[in-house]
Nanobody
Framework: QLQAFGGGLVPPGGCLTL?????????????IGWFRQAPGKEREGIACLGGTSNKPYHILDRVTISRERGSPTVFLQMNNLKPEDTGVYFC????????????????????WGQGTELTVSS
């Protein structure tokens, strides 16, 4: 199970950190990532982490994904937020059966969190 937290209303130029907590399985042996779905658009990858190198893979600049090894929580720090960042943010995980970049770009996960909504507006 994945649970995402931390969305809300943020003014343009602001920053926010989202959290996702995994339970029932270990993120040490999974790919984990953040994805978002803007109104009227398909779900897209933002940043992902995991795999043999455990290096972060960022699709969107202005964000940083992080997790300490052994921790069930993955964070997404977002800076200089823009109105086009508005959407529902999901965390997703997948067994390590592909490269982390493919996981992030294809946005195909084994498990999805319930999503947390972010609105960037003045």
């Amino acid at each position: 199970q994945l649970q995402a937290f931390g969305g809300g209303l943020v003014p343009p130029g602001g920053c926010l950190t989202l959290s996702c907590v995994a339970s029932g399985f270990s993120l040490d042996t999974s790919l984990i990532g953040w994805f978002r779905q803007a109104p009227g658009k398909e779900r897209e990858g933002i940043a992902c982490l995991g795999g043999t190198s455990n290096k972060p893979y960022h699709i969107l600049d202005r964000v940083t994904i992080s997790r300490e090894r052994g921790s069930p929580t993955v964070f997404l720090q977002m800076n200089n937020l823009k109105p086009e960042d508005t959407g529902v943010y999901f965390c997703g995980s997948r067994k390590i059966d592909t490269w982390v970049g493919v996981f992030c770009r294809e946005a195909e996960a084994d498990y999805w969190g319930q999503g947390t909504e972010l609105t960037v507006s003045s």
